[in-house]
């Protein structure tokens, strides 16, 4: 029987992703190893959790007309073919963490430096796109998360789109990319379920509604950049000392 914190926790995550447009698996692998949870059930479970967050998160970004279907098309062509790649290879499990757990930390206190505002947008260009498309896509396979935790911070960075736009667009890329894990794992039959799981679908759902609806409707940019910042170094951490 999972203990009652695991579902706070579950819930809260939800919260603080889906308020930035992401699905939090990079915390739901750090929070599941914590406790000891076997690793053929934590990128499943992380991947399920992760593709529901991030589609309620989507639509309540895309209903606020946070979204560039352009951008997204080419990053998701891109990415999803790699995905399921990733999903199929075996990693060493205690050495990717670590690895993602420093690249969250310092893409952490990258936020903590005032970024240039949201109007001072440049035009993106279509190699780079799906170069940064295929290469998250891999990762996000290969280590069970939907690439949103890279994704967001690397986009706000080269200033392809304003904050909330950028959520959407990752919100939606973190769904294809869950799913597209998630077809691997069934095919190739690693996928380990128990019936407890169940209760953190519904946490994370209810997290997530709520995380969305402040995230779109009620923070503004700024509020979304420390709350991202936050949520980052909260991972990290976590991956680091697991």
């Known amino acids: 029987m999972l203990p009652l914190y695991i579902f706070i926790l579950i819930a809260s995550v939800a919260f603080l992703y889906a308020a930035v447009g992401h699905g939090g698996a990079s915390a739901y692998i750090a929070i599941l190893s914590i406790i000891g949870v076997h690793s053929q059930i934590i990128k499943p479970t992380a991947l399920i959790l992760n593709a529901i967050v991030s ?34 290879l075996h990693i060493e499990e205690n050495g990717y963490k670590k690895i993602l757990g420093l690249l969250l930390l310092l893409t952490a206190f990258r936020f903590l430096i005032p970024l240039n505002k949201d109007e001072n947008i440049k035009p993106y260009h279509i190699p780079i796109i799906l170069f940064i498309g295929a290469s998250i896509g891999f990762v996000s396979g290969l280590i069970g998360i939907g690439g949103g935790i890279l994704l967001t911070p690397l986009l706000l960075l080269l200033q392809w789109e304003k904050t909330k736009t950028v959520a959407g667009v990752s919100a939606l890329f973190i ?16 996928i380990v379920w128990h019936p407890q799981h169940n209760m953190l679908i519904i946490v994370a759902l209810f997290g997530a509604l709520l995380g969305s609806y402040f995230g779109s409707f009620t923070w503004n940019s700024l509020q979304l950049k420390r709350i991202l910042s936050i949520v980052l170094i909260i991972a990290s951490i976590k991956l680091v000392l697991t």
Do not use: C, D, R
Not at 175 to 190: A, M
């Open 55 to 88: 589609l309620i998160a989507f639509l309540f970004f895309t209903h606020k007309k946070h979204f560039n279907l352009k951008l997204f098309l080419y990053l998701a062509i891109a990415s999803i073919p790699f995905a399921i790649y990733g999903a199929s």
């Open 175 to 190: 769904f294809v990319n869950s799913i597209s894990g998630l077809i691997s794992h069934f095919y190739f039959k690693t």
